[in-house]
């Protein structure tokens, strides 16, 4: 397998809102992410990949973009940004942007051309139909509101949104529109940004015919349309190719199979990509579930093309509450998901606070949620008539906002976050949970991520070992068993995600080994051999075999 900087990398995702506020208006900024880059440098990553920055309405937290070349005042100025890339450069980070080119914001110039008449030279930019029968072209649904098409009055069309009606799709079937956005992406290149984390990358082609849905809700075919791989490998004949850089596709609804379509190293389009088998998929933790879909992901991508390990980030709740125990347990289940999502075959991705086990959250009233997809499904589920508490405690566990609240820096008002109001509230919690006490303490979550990230600089086999689970255990709902190998090195990885204590004898042909215990989230067990491995409740262990 061919060697490459970014597949040696771990990513921290930056939030930049919820990060760090240094003017005090209740919004993290650029400013501040750069007083705290000491400290993500200090937990060892390589590539800071930061949510979308540019000018926006912000209707969707900056995923509704007006000016793809300016910077969001709330964020900071140009000058600032440029600040920001040199500072992470010159801690020897890199850093990757979020840039969103399935949609616009509704106040983007192009669209505010776009919907100004009919035969304005850029109405082919964004997707404009007649109605039918009176009504919207099709019955599809979008990720956040009930139609996926918005009534224009002056020009008497509907156009086309997979999202909020504030964001219009781009046409790529315009090859104007995509020279466009290929020039764009040189911009940002040109400044020596060192990639893209591409946001719904899998939705720029559309249905071929405009027809309705069989199950408008299940909301699948408005991704991986035909055309959608000519654009992608356009995409990067035309940019990607021409700069050492790094794409992460944000690929809905994707299988292995169609996964491959993507990061296929022969297929010239995308380095990697993120799927949502578990996010989308997975309500909560189900270890045989969880088996399945890393085994064929493995199977289909190993040797071929590239994946990311994750399971948590702004869209998605936070990882120790959803997935692990975020009660008695929160500090090892913590270390734990941290360690599978390190030893698995795939480049791990840290969303902010997860370094520290923040938890997700729960706000008594709607009003204290900022999510528009929340918002949306809130107001459309009560307007049917439900009861508003029971629709909002239906939504509570998988709201964004899980995610999104502020940085716990320390025990401080606001959690060190902000002198101002924050633009969120933040987890009550932080008291308990706040970098100044991880920081202090040589066992806390933060330095075992430290200790897992060190590891992986300093042994290939985390980055290029085959992985292979040992069959005993791979039914299992428990117990997560499994061996990493590059060559003469070979590792065990033996993870027990329960609330309950467990204990495994190998099986005959690892005997022999002696194991070398290289982390463990635990103090050691010095009484442990192949013969008997002692699991504590929620307990990792890294093991090289000799
Ligand atoms: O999310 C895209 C999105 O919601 C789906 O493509 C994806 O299938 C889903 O997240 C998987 O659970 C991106 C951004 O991450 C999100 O914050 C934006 O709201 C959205 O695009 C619109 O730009």
């Keep these: 397998m061919n060697k490459t900087w970014w597949k040696e990398s771990v990513v921290y995702q930056v939030y930049w809102r919820s990060f760090y506020d240094s003017d005090g208006d209740g919004y993290g900024d650029l400013e501040g992410l750069i007083q705290k880059l000491d400290y993500i440098k200090e937990l060892g990553v390589d590539i800071i990949w930061l949510n979308p920055v540019y000018e926006s309405p912000d209707k969707d937290n900056g995923y509704d973009i007006s000016d793809y070349e300016a910077i969001m005042p709330k964020a900071g100025t140009m000058e600032v940004w440029e600040r920001l890339l040199s500072e992470v450069h010159a801690r020897g980070m890199k850093l990757i942007m979020d840039l969103v080119v399935n949609h616009t914001s509704d106040r983007h110039p192009w669209f505010l051309e776009s919907r100004s008449s009919r035969d304005n030279p850029k109405r082919n930019w964004y997707i404009w139909k007649d109605a039918k029968d009176g009504k919207a072209p099709t019955n599809w649904r979008s990720y956040f509101s009930p139609s996926a098409w918005e009534w224009d009055e002056a020009t008497g069309q509907y156009y086309f949104h997979s999202f909020a009606v504030e964001q219009p799709d781009l046409n790529w079937e315009n090859p104007e529109l995509r020279q466009e956005i290929y020039r764009m992406m040189r911009f940002w290149l040109d400044k020596g940004i060192?990639?893209?984390?591409?946001?719904?990358?899998?939705?720029?082609?559309?249905?071929?015919?405009?027809?309705?849905?069989e199950n408008p809700a299940d909301i699948r075919y408005l991704a991986n349309n035909p055309g959608l791989h000519d654009y992608i490998r356009e995409m990067n004949e035309q940019v990607f190719r021409h700069y050492d850089m790094m794409t992460v596709g944000e690929t809905a609804f994707v299988s292995p199979e169609e996964g491959l379509k993507f990061v296929g190293e022969d297929r010239n389009e995308l380095n990697t990509l993120f799927h949502f088998e578990v996010c989308d998929e997975m309500p909560s933790w189900d270890m045989r579930r969880f088996k399945e879909i890393q085994r064929r992901w493995y199977q289909v991508l190993w040797g071929k093309g590239s994946n990311s390990q994750f399971l948590n980030n702004h869209d998605h709740t936070r990882q120790v509450t959803r997935y692990g125990n975020d009660g008695p347990y929160r500090v090892q289940s913590a270390k734990l998901l941290a360690t599978m999502l390190h030893t698995l075959p795939g480049i791990p991705y840290?969303?902010?606070?997860?370094?520290?086990?923040?938890?997700?959250?729960?706000?008594?009233?709607?009003d204290q949620y900022n999510d528009i997809a929340m918002k949306n499904r809130y107001e459309e589920e009560v307007r049917k008539g439900r009861d508003p508490q029971e629709v909002l405690r239906s939504l509570q566990a998988l709201s964004r906002d899980n995610s999104r609240t502020p940085m716990q820096w320390n025990d401080s008002l606001n959690a060190g976050f902000t002198t101002g109001t924050p633009w969120i509230n933040v987890n009550p919690n932080y008291k308990e949970i706040n970098v100044e006490k991880d920081l202090a303490d040589p066992n806390s979550i933060y330095r075992y991520y430290q200790k897992l990230i060190r590891l992986r600089k300093d042994h290939e086999v985390m980055v290029y070992g085959d992985f292979e689970e040992l069959p005993e255990w791979m039914e299992d709902e428990r117990?997560?068993?499994?061996?990493?190998?590059?060559g003469d090195t070979r590792w065990l990885i033996v993870l027990n995600h329960s609330d309950d204590p467990s204990s495994i004898r190998l099986p005959a042909a690892y005997r022999e080994f002696t194991l070398?215990?290289?982390?463990?989230?635990?103090?050691?067990?010095?009484?442990?051999?192949?013969?008997?491995?002692?699991?504590?409740?929620?307990?990792?262990?890294i093991y090289e075999l000799r």
């Design 516 to 541: 070398n215990l290289l982390l463990s989230n635990y103090p050691e067990n010095e009484a442990d051999s192949a013969d008997r491995i002692e699991l504590r409740p929620h307990e990792a262990r």
């Design 350 to 366: 840290i969303y902010q606070g997860e370094e520290i086990g923040m938890t997700g959250v729960r706000f008594d009233s709607i």
């Design 479 to 486: 117990l997560y068993v499994y061996t990493r190998t590059l």
């Design 194 to 213: 060192d990639g893209f984390r591409l946001d719904a990358i899998a939705l720029l082609a559309k249905p071929k015919a405009f027809s309705d849905a």
